[in-house]
Each structure stands twice: as C-alpha cells, then as structure tokens.
C-alpha cells in the first residue's frame, strides 16, 4: 500500500487523479476537484491540483471577462483561470504557474523548443511532442512531496480542442500503472420535465466518447437536480462500465458550494478515491467545516450589498468577490444579499434610485473608462451617507479620484489611464510600467509585502504590523498628492515597505471607508475570510442597526 509518513516522501512517487466532463460545460469540476482535493487533505495527503484549458490564449490575461470571467492571480503572479480560486479557497493549498496549462502556453514551449532546435530536426507533431509537453506539465506539479496530483481537463468530452490533453493523460494513466492514477468523469443526468424523470443516456454517451478514444473511468459523478434512484445507478454502471460504487451522485446543494465535499464524503467518495490508488489514510477531520456549514444554514441576520461594476451581467466576472462576502457573512451568521448594479444604470439613473436602502457598497477591480463616472457617483454616496464602504484596486483608485474631486476640489482629477493630459492624475502609471508594450503577463502580478501603520482601521482590522497581498495593476496612487490628501483627512494606512507606494487608504471617522490597491478575495477562505471583508460585514450589519 501507498504509505503516507512524512519520512517516506522522499521515495514516494505521487499518484494521479484526472477529472474530465462530460455533456455540457459548466457542471462544476472545478469544485468537484476542489472538492476531492480537500477531502483527501483532510485525510493527512500532501495534494496538488492543476487546470489544463483547452483555449489557445497563453493565458487568460487579456481575456473578456464576459467570456471568461475573473482572472485568478495565483502568489507567483500568474494569471489563471477562475477554478484555481476554487482548489485553493476549498484546501487552502496555494496554486503556482504549474497549475495552470492551455494549449497556447503548451505549443508555445513547442515551438520555443523547435526554434532552439532541441528536437534536432525531427518532424514537430501533437504526438508525441505535444503530448509530451503536456505530461511534462501535469507531471510538474507531481514532486516528490506530493501524495497525490489533481488533474482537471476542461472542455467536454468531444470537444475537438480537447484531445491532445485526453491522449496525453491517456499516456500518463498507462504508464504510471493501475492503482496510481484514476479517471474521474462528471457528467450530467439531466430532468427532463415534459417527461416527468431522468435520463441516463447523455452519461452513457460522454463516457462512450472517452473509451472511443482510450479512456476508461474509473469513477463517474453525476450531477443532478433530483436524486437518482437505484434503476439510475446501477444502469449507468452496466453501460458505462464502471463498478456500481463507483457511480456517485452529485445534486444541486440547498445552500451553499461548500456543502459539496460533504455530501461526496457521506457516499464514500473519498474512502472509494483511496481504495482505487491503493492509499491508506486517516479518517477526515471535517468538524471545522462542518461548524461553517451550520453557519451558513442557520443564519439568522441578513444584509444587502451593492457591488458596482462593469462586468456585472456575468456573475464569474467578479467570483472571488462573491465569494469572499460569503466567507465573510459565514463568521458573523448572517446570510448576505449582493446587488448587483452595472455602472453606467449609475450614471444613468443616480446613486440614489439604484443603492436606496443598502448596508454596504464594493467597488470591484476593472480596467478601461467605461461606467467610471457611475462608480464615482456610487463612492460619493457611500461617503456622503456614511454607508460601509470597500475598494478593490480599481476601487481603491475610484476612491481616490471621487476624494480629490469632491472633497479636495481638484476639478477634474481622474487617472492617467482615463485621460493621459489631465492636469490633475490623481493616479498614474507606474514607472516600470512606462516601457511595457506587451499586455499579457506583464502588469504588476502576484504577492507584495505591505507595511501597515499604528492606530488605523487597517492595523485594527488584520492585526498585523505586515501583510502580504495579491496584485493585478499598472497604476498607483500618484504620490505628488500625498501632502494635499492628508490635508483633507485621507489617511495612507497602508504603504510598499520602501514607502513608495500607497496600498491602502480610508477616511478616519467615517463608520467604515477602507480601499486597497491589492486583491484581498483571492486570499479568503470559508472557513477564514479575509480581514477587510470581515470587517466590512461586521460595519453593513451595524449599519443595519
């Protein structure tokens, strides 16, 4: 049996999980693999996880996030996809450049390596050289430290972009062995109401398409609105060849993700991982989570928050936000509504109409003109009415230009990114920045120390001399206007330890009125949340009264 004591590590060879989908996109196998990663933690395992994404972008940097929804900055300062969020706010287990591969970041090497001439003249083909490159990925998250190795595929089964990535896990599964790696197919059972039951054919049918193509799973998860009776199970063992305990269902949670793990942990899905790769571990220690999910479905206190953005129609646009008030509204009992309100209705139809009655107000991060002037009306009613108020990036910079606007009457301050000959840019790009003339992966990314001050609310908040933060951004606080802010009662609580940049700001005596340059969503987990959304829950709920 696969051993697990620290001091064996050094020989020990990790084993793989590999989770595809099937039927249709969306069915949730970032937190399905979120999901495994953290049970099997629970258990005492080293884990890693990892993203494969089947789109040619090298990353998704400069992506839509109409598209493709929030881009997750892991601590290395990658830009990633949105499911990296999920692996580590489920395990806590920090993601790396190497957890994320799309095919464009995989030919690119490729092609660097045919350039160079490192395949001394051979013909360049998907295999083996593609595939290749692609285990040469999945093994890069597989050292010596880690038990077991996630890998997800995205993409559905049969999707042409896809299969590269299935053939080479389809290698990888042969040449590590059985009992040291597993396929793990989420598929879709789907309702159909006309008829009044389910259907086990789409599943049948994706799990066909894998064994077409060398691929067998070992586990299928099914998703489902409604529970799935025996008939259910055992037809879709019979005709997706797997055993009838491997067949696993996974329905619509009542009230939050975070019940997910659970409820695969009480159909033994975890005990069945285990048992297939031939590891032995402890029993789970879930009580902490357990304890959070009562919170969540007990809460008896609620409040209503506004976030205003640009992206606002696509809910991922902005997921580890939502996510981050939900942790956040998770440690007070208190269950919290979001308001979401594109920015231009702000500028259309006044602050007043579209934030009347809400407890606080968060201003995302984003990038480009449009809806500023929406989001500026909204901070200035947030000030004005002493209503909570959180900044992220973006809203730490509209922040600033509504302050130097309205307060320290600097007729039409904005950001050298709006409008290159202001007269007054309150934000500016930063120096390093000047020469980049690439877009992708070349912002300031990544964590960043930041030193903050005696006696302010960020000190009060996370209580800490220092913190580390992630960043996504080209501009800064312009610091020619430092003297003139703190003239009109702006306090620069937060700074670069060498002073040279402002990390974060708030407006002493105002209930709560807090902005950061960085992106503290991507630091909060369920059972942990972040200091500033912590702190901004606790002042919409005194706000409530």
Same mark, same amino acid.
């Given at each position: 049996?696969?051993?697990?004591?620290?001091?064996?590590?050094?020989?020990?060879?990790?084993?793989?999980?590999?989770?595809?989908?099937?039927?249709?996109?969306?069915?949730?196998?970032?937190?399905?693999?979120?999901?495994?990663?953290?049970?099997?933690?629970?258990?005492?395992?080293?884990?890693?996880?990892?993203?494969?994404?089947?789109?040619?972008?090298?990353?998704?940097?400069?992506?839509?996030?109409?598209?493709?929804?929030?881009?997750?900055?892991?601590?290395?300062?990658?830009?990633?996809?949105?499911?990296?969020?999920?692996?580590?706010?489920?395990?806590?287990?920090?993601?790396?450049?190497?957890?994320?591969?799309?095919?464009?970041?995989?030919?690119?090497?490729?092609?660097?390596?045919?350039?160079?001439?490192?395949?001394?003249?051979?013909?360049?083909?998907?295999?083996?050289?593609?595939?290749?490159?692609?285990?040469?990925?999945?093994?890069?998250?597989?050292?010596?430290?880690?038990?077991? #190795?996630?890998?997800?595929?995205?993409?559905?089964?049969?999707?042409?972009?896809?299969?590269?990535?299935?053939?080479?896990?389809?290698?990888?599964?042969?040449?590590?062995?059985?009992?040291?790696?597993?396929?793990? +197919?989420?598929?879709?059972?789907?309702?159909?109401?006309?008829?009044?039951?389910?259907?086990?054919?789409?599943?049948?049918?994706? @799990?066909?398409?894998?064994?077409?193509?060398?691929?067998?799973?070992?586990?299928?998860?099914?998703?489902? !609105?409604?529970?799935?009776?025996?008939?259910?199970?055992?037809?879709?063992?019979?005709?997706?060849?797997?055993? =009838?305990?491997?067949?696993?269902?996974?329905?619509?949670?009542?009230?939050?993700?975070?019940?997910?793990?659970?409820?695969?942990?009480?159909?033994?899905?975890?005990?069945?991982?285990?048992?297939?790769?031939?590891?032995? #571990?402890?029993?789970?220690?879930?009580?902490?989570?357990?304890?959070?999910?009562?919170?969540?479905?007990?809460?008896?206190?609620?409040?209503?928050?506004?976030?205003?953005?640009?992206?606002?129609?696509?809910?991922?646009?902005?997921?580890?936000?939502?996510?981050?008030?939900?942790?956040?509204?998770?440690?007070?009992?208190?269950?919290?509504?979001?308001?979401?309100?594109?920015?231009?209705?702000? !500028?259309?139809?006044? #602050?007043?109409?579209?934030? @009347?009655?809400?407890?606080?107000?968060?201003?995302?991060?984003?990038?480009?003109?449009?809806?500023?002037?929406?989001?500026?009306?909204?901070?200035?009613?947030? =000030?004005?009415?002493?209503?909570?108020?959180?900044?992220?990036?973006?809203?730490?910079?509209?922040?600033?230009?509504?302050?130097?606007?309205?307060?320290?009457?600097?007729?039409?301050?904005?950001? *050298?990114?709006?409008?290159?000959?202001?007269?007054?840019?309150?934000?500016?790009?930063?120096?390093?920045?000047?020469?980049?003339?690439?877009?992708?992966?070349?912002?300031?990314?990544?964590?960043?120390?930041?030193?903050?001050?005696?006696?302010?609310?960020?000190?009060?908040? +996370?209580? @800490?001399?220092?913190?580390? *933060?992630?960043?996504?951004?080209?501009?800064?606080?312009?610091?020619?206007?430092?003297?003139?802010?703190?003239?009109?009662?702006? #306090?620069?609580?937060?700074?670069?330890?060498?002073?040279?940049?402002?990390?974060?700001?708030?407006?002493?005596?105002?209930?709560?009125?807090?902005?950061?340059?960085?992106?503290?969503?991507?630091?909060?987990?369920?059972?942990?949340?972040?200091?500033?959304?912590?702190?901004?829950?606790? @002042?919409?709920?005194?706000?409530?009264?």
């Amino acid at each position: 049996m696969h051993k697990i004591e620290r001091k064996q590590r050094e020989t020990t060879v990790a084993k793989h999980i590999f989770i595809t989908g099937g039927v249709v996109s969306s069915l949730g196998k970032g937190i399905t693999a979120a999901s495994i990663g953290m049970l099997l933690k629970q258990r005492g395992l080293s884990v890693r996880l990892q993203k494969l994404d089947p789109y040619i972008n090298v990353d998704p940097g400069t992506m839509s996030p109409f598209q493709h929804g929030e881009v997750y900055v892991t601590v290395d300062g990658a830009e990633t996809d949105l499911d990296l969020g999920h692996y580590e706010r489920f395990t806590g287990i920090y993601c790396s450049r190497d957890s994320n591969y799309t095919t464009g970041k995989i030919y690119n090497a490729v092609i660097t390596k045919e350039r160079r001439g490192d395949y001394l003249g051979a013909t360049v083909q998907v295999i083996p050289h593609i595939t290749n490159e692609i285990k040469d990925a999945i093994r890069s998250i597989a050292s010596d430290d880690v038990d077991i #190795a996630i890998t997800e595929i995205g993409g559905t089964a049969g999707d042409i972009e896809s299969l590269p990535f299935l053939e080479a896990i389809r290698q990888l599964y042969l040449e590590a062995g059985k009992g040291n790696a597993l396929f793990i +197919h989420l598929t879709l059972v789907p309702y159909i109401r006309a008829a009044g039951e389910m259907k086990t054919k789409p599943a049948q049918q994706s @799990a066909s398409i894998l064994r077409s193509i060398g691929i067998q799973p070992d586990i299928l998860i099914c998703r489902c !609105e409604h529970p799935m009776s025996e008939e259910h199970f055992r037809k879709l063992a019979l005709y997706c060849n797997v055993e =009838r305990r491997a067949v696993v269902e996974e329905k619509d949670v009542q009230h939050s993700i975070y019940e997910v793990p659970l409820e695969l942990h009480k159909q033994g899905l975890d005990n069945l991982v285990l048992d297939l790769l031939k590891v032995q #571990a402890r029993q789970p220690d879930l009580a902490a989570w357990s304890r959070m999910i009562n919170a969540v479905t007990s809460a008896k206190k609620n409040v209503e928050i506004a976030v205003v953005g640009k992206y606002i129609t696509l809910k991922d646009s902005y997921k580890s936000i939502y996510e981050a008030i939900d942790h956040a509204g998770f440690a007070h009992h208190t269950r919290v509504t979001v308001r979401r309100v594109d920015a231009e209705d702000v !500028e259309k139809h006044g #602050a007043a109409k579209l934030l @009347a009655g809400i407890h606080g107000l968060l201003i995302p991060g984003g990038f480009g003109t449009r809806g500023i002037e929406g989001k500026l009306l909204a901070i200035e009613h947030a =000030r004005t009415r002493r209503i909570p108020y959180l900044g992220l990036c973006l809203g730490m910079q509209c922040a600033v230009i509504e302050f130097a606007r309205n307060v320290c009457k600097l007729a039409g301050a904005t950001s *050298e990114e709006f409008d290159p000959k202001a007269r007054h840019q309150v934000i500016a790009l930063m120096l390093d920045q000047k020469s980049v003339t690439q877009m992708g992966g070349t912002m300031r990314l990544g964590q960043y120390p930041c030193v903050i001050r005696n006696h302010t609310l960020a000190r009060a908040l +996370h209580r @800490a001399a220092c913190i580390f *933060e992630r960043h996504r951004h080209r501009y800064e606080f312009n610091n020619e206007y430092l003297k003139t802010f703190e003239k009109h009662g702006m #306090a620069f609580s937060g700074m670069s330890p060498d002073g040279k940049l402002v990390e974060i700001i708030e407006l002493p005596g105002h209930p709560f009125f807090i902005a950061t340059q960085s992106h503290p969503e991507f630091q909060s987990q369920p059972t942990r949340p972040h200091p500033l959304f912590r702190g901004f829950i606790a @002042a919409a709920l005194k706000h409530k009264g």
